[in-house]
């Protein structure tokens, strides 16, 4: 067992033999996804070296591969998107809503992950303006965002989309803000059939327009009669659409969005073992109370697992809709501002404001003494790394 067991030290040990047994059925994507985790923070991407002014401690500090699906590259990337986040939380609460695709819709949906994916975003989003549009429900415009996930805590392909929503919208003539009943958004339900008539919709759509391929145990949905018994099933389930109760204030928020937006398959702090050619990790199995237990996986399976969340070159994961769409968020912003009879507070809650911004200090403070760390050396991709160095603290 190893506190310090990573993704990288996993894909090091066993990614070469995976690769050859796989030769013929690994991607581009997945092996460029293999190879930056295996070599972020080594020496073979360059670094810098970094020196102390005050106790003449030296530190060597390697490149990260900066791939989205690593899991050590993503907390910068998560902290200057939040600091811009930040100033567009508005003083009101926030909502937690969740559409999950059905199995039989998922299979295809692996197979067609930029054009299902587009699909998901789409419908979702066009679900919920939609609903909240109506009179009979809130009768405002909304805006939220929206975040990709396509993994369960067991690594198994789940694609789902979590939507942050401010609980309330503008009015159609722009006049007014018009707030949410407190602690409930829009009906799950009426949700849930919006959704699933409207994605399938769609998914027919592109089917007829031919943008979808089907293979392995999927191949016989090529044919329209198939495909087409196929949708018939899905109409008849009940599509999962999950609200959750609001968030306590912005800063939670800022917390929870810091904890979502960015996150990759598996974390490495879930990773607790690697022997000989297993692999252990930690998992909460959400259909028992949400236990966390251990699941003990072959290497090569586990590899393939995570390599199931892989994500299309160029995907967008988190998109913003309605009046937080980005073409004019902040005009939009501001008029939501206005209409709120509240001035806008900062409810930001100390230790999410110390939790984002403590890796970011520790990035620049001796290990040492806490004193400021200065740049002596910098080496590029495929250099050599240089020579000994002394810091100078005179």
Not at 47 to 61: D, F, L, P, Q
Request: net charge positive; proline share 5%; charged share 25%.
């Amino acid at each position: 067992m190893s506190a310090r067991l990573e993704v990288a030290d996993i894909f090091g040990r066993h990614g070469e033999a995976y690769r050859q047994v796989h030769d013929g059925h690994l991607g581009r994507v997945e092996r460029r996804v293999m190879s930056a985790i295996e070599l972020c923070r080594t020496a073979e991407l360059g670094g810098h070296v970094e020196g102390c002014r005050s106790c003449g401690a030296i530190r060597v500090a390697y490149n990260s591969c900066r791939n989205r699906h690593c899991p050590k590259c993503q907390g910068q990337a998560c902290r200057d998107w939040l600091a811009a986040r930040e100033a567009e939380l508005l003083p009101v609460p926030y909502f937690h809503v969740v559409f999950t695709l059905p199995a039989e819709v998922a299979a295809i949906a692996f197979q067609n992950k930029a054009a299902v994916y587009a699909i998901l975003f789409r419908t979702a989003a066009e679900t919920l303006r939609t609903i909240a549009a109506d009179s009979k429900h809130l009768g405002a415009e909304i805006g939220l965002i929206a975040v990709l996930h396509s993994w369960g805590q067991n690594l198994h392909y789940h694609p789902h989309i979590h939507c942050i929503v401010p609980g309330g919208g503008v009015s159609p003539d722009g006049s007014r803000w018009v707030s949410c009943r407190p602690g409930f958004f829009l009906p799950v339900r009426v949700l849930s059939r919006l959704f699933r008539r409207r994605f399938l919709e769609e998914l027919r759509a592109a089917f007829d327009a031919h943008s979808l391929k089907f293979f392995g145990d999927i191949a016989g949905l090529t044919e329209p009669a198939a495909f087409t018994r196929l949708l018939a099933r899905a109409r008849r389930l009940d599509w999962v659409v999950y609200a959750k109760p609001p968030f306590g204030g912005p800063g939670q928020v800022l917390a929870y969005l810091g904890r979502y937006t960015h996150r990759v398959a598996i974390a490495n702090s879930r990773l607790i073992s690697m022997e000989d050619d297993r692999v252990g990790f930690r998992w909460k199995d959400y259909r028992h109370g949400g236990r966390t237990k251990v699941m003990t996986l072959d290497a090569h399976e586990f590899i393939r697992r995570f390599l199931l969340h892989t994500l299309p070159d160029g995907f967008h994961r988190i998109r913003h809709y309605g009046f937080l769409a980005n073409g004019h968020r902040a005009a939009r912003l501001d008029q939501c501002r206005r209409l709120l009879t509240k001035p806008q507070q900062d409810d930001r809650e100390p230790d999410a404001e110390s939790a984002a911004a403590a890796p970011l200090a520790a990035t620049y403070r001796c290990p040492c003494c806490g004193g400021r760390m200065i740049t002596l050396a910098v080496w590029r991709c495929g250099q050599a790394p240089p020579g000994p160095f002394w810091c100078d603290t005179s």
